[in-house]
């Protein structure tokens, strides 16, 4: 168990410095961060799976400011593990994926004052004109001070906490378990149900039913509806550019006092 730990926190660490150093969001979302978790614990159709079920979850919450609800990436990695190493139901880990990202969160906002601490030093050398402390401090920063107190929680919950769990999960009750399973299947469709009603609107609510009858009544495979759903995307766009295209050409050939605002008199 210890060596998986060190792989765990191996790939938080790794994920931690991508998001940090390429600025792109996509690296710390579950698709990828579960994805990379499963082929370093050499079950990638695992991660995979957990990862479409987590970014489905995590797709409808973002962060408002400064504050993030939970850590989407340190929950994909110990729910990857979770499933790997013991074996357990995947709704399970699904189940514990939240609350194991919202703990994780909470341990960022204790070591956040470590960051806090450090601005002193930044201004005092960006004043003193120390070029080279200020760089050397900013890359033990990024690569040891940030990083590491989240790195090394995520080893002690991977080697202490997921057997452990495992036993915890074993000594429930089965109605129990099942409710926990349920509730990490409903959990997907929450995180879908969060995004829509983000985007909802009368115009595309169309294609959400279609969409459903799709899948319902003609038996297609999600594949298959996501490729009705892009060439309905691209059917849609043409038609607006074509409609701005044509309203363009329109307004070109009017003469030039009726091509903008009306006058008082006209």
Aim: neutral net charge; aromatic residues 10%.
């Amino acid at each position: 168990m210890i060596q998986s730990a060190l792989i765990l926190a191996f790939v938080y660490y790794i994920v931690y410095l991508l998001d940090c150093s390429m600025a792109w969001d996509a690296t710390w979302r579950p698709l990828f961060v579960a994805s990379l978790t499963g082929l370093a614990l050499g079950d990638m159709k695992t991660g995979l799976i957990m990862g479409a079920s987590l970014e489905a979850i995590y797709m409808g919450i973002s962060a408002i400011g400064g504050v993030i609800p939970s850590d989407p990436c340190s929950a994909s990695i110990l729910s990857v593990a979770f499933v790997v190493l013991t074996g357990a139901d995947l709704n399970l880990a699904l189940a514990l994926a939240v609350p194991i990202g919202t703990v994780m969160q909470y341990v960022s906002t204790l070591i956040s004052p470590i960051d806090i601490s450090l601005v002193g030093l930044f201004e005092k050398f960006a004043r003193e004109g120390k070029d080279k402390s200020y760089t050397l401090l900013h890359y033990a920063s990024m690569f040891i001070i940030r990083p590491l107190p989240k790195t090394m929680v995520v080893f002690l919950a991977a080697a202490l906490g997921v057997e452990n769990l495992q036993t915890v999960t074993n000594l429930l009750p089965a109605f129990v378990m099942n409710g926990l399973s349920v509730s990490g299947g409903m959990l997907v469709a929450v995180g879908f149900a969060i995004l829509t009603s983000m985007i909802w609107s009368k115009a595309l609510g169309i294609y959400f039913f279609l969409g459903f009858a799709f899948v319902k009544f003609l038996n297609l495979p999600i594949i298959g509806v996501s490729i009705f759903a892009l060439a309905a995307a691209i059917l849609n766009y043409t038609r607006q550019w074509q409609a701005k295209k044509m309203k363009d050409e329109i307004l070109a050939q009017l003469p030039e006092n009726h091509a903008g605002k009306e006058d008082l008199f006209g």
